[in-house]
């Protein structure tokens, strides 16, 4: 449905992983061997693959907060489900560089907790956002100059939504 181009960085993980499921249809990308290999799930146990969903209807509600919508569904404060992925900062001593990794064994909860604090410190961060539409709540990278995008794409669900308050009139 997302005409946009991916989220940049480390937001293109978590824009992935919460556009694995299709509200409208209930298609779940997380139900596929091929979907569960591309966010290194493969062979994960189903208990697994539940805690994958719970992280992203998380990230589903923190996208939709970013473009002030209210949460989808009750979740779990994705700052609960981050805690147990604690991140270390890796400091190159010659060059002075830094960088930031998941201090654990690398799963998908430290790539997403270490996405989420690299666009902090870029500032990305809030400009990754829900579609206001409550049968898509696609996530999206909101690129326009204000900020202020409201919908995974306006020749889809924006036009949708104009098209209602048209014929509402």
Do not use: Q
Not at 9 to 30: F, H, K, Q
Not at 34 to 58: M, N
Not at 102 to 118: D, K, Q
């Amino acid at each position: 449905m997302n005409e946009r181009a991916p989220a940049p960085g480390g937001l293109a993980l978590i824009e992935a992983l919460v556009n694995t499921l299709d509200l409208a249809t209930g298609a779940d990308r997380l139900d596929t061997a091929e979907g569960r290999a591309r966010f290194g799930l493969a062979g994960a146990a189903e208990a697994d693959i539940e805690a994958v969903r719970e992280l992203r209807e998380s990230l589903r509600a923190v996208c939709l907060a970013h473009a002030g919508h209210p949460p989808h569904r009750d979740v779990t404060p994705l700052g609960e489900l981050l805690a147990g992925a604690p991140l270390r900062v890796a400091v190159d001593d010659e060059g002075g560089t830094a960088s930031l990794t998941g201090a654990g064994p690398e799963t998908l909860h430290s790539r997403v907790a270490t996405a989420v604090a690299e666009a902090l410190v870029d500032g990305t961060w809030l400009r990754l956002k829900g579609c206001e539409s409550p049968t898509c709540h696609w996530a999206y990278y909101d690129r326009s100059p204000a900020g202020r995008g409201r919908w995974c794409s306006m020749a889809v669900c924006g036009a949708r939504e104009k098209m209602r308050r048209y014929r509402a009139k």
